[in-house]
């Protein structure tokens, strides 16, 4: 958030098993966010994290 609030940009992974407080951290942060700053999230289901065959492997 610090690096933030200086105007540089960034992303954040957070990852984790389920009931850990994920959501609630980003919450937490989200609400202590400047009103300038952007949020995004994007919220993945366990069956898109890691693909268990892709049809572009190299040739």
Do not use: Q
């Not at 933030?4 to 989200?30: N, Q």
């Not at 993945?44 to 994290?49: L, T």
Request: glycine letters at 10%; a positive charge; aromatic letters at 2%.
């Amino acid at each position: 958030m610090n690096r933030a609030r200086t105007g540089r940009s960034g992303a954040l992974v957070v990852s984790g098993e389920a009931g850990v407080g994920k959501a609630a951290l980003l919450d937490h942060m989200a609400a202590r966010a400047a009103t300038h700053v952007r949020i995004e999230r994007i919220v993945a289901s366990e069956s898109e994290r890691e693909p268990a065959y892709c049809s572009c492997a190299g040739t």
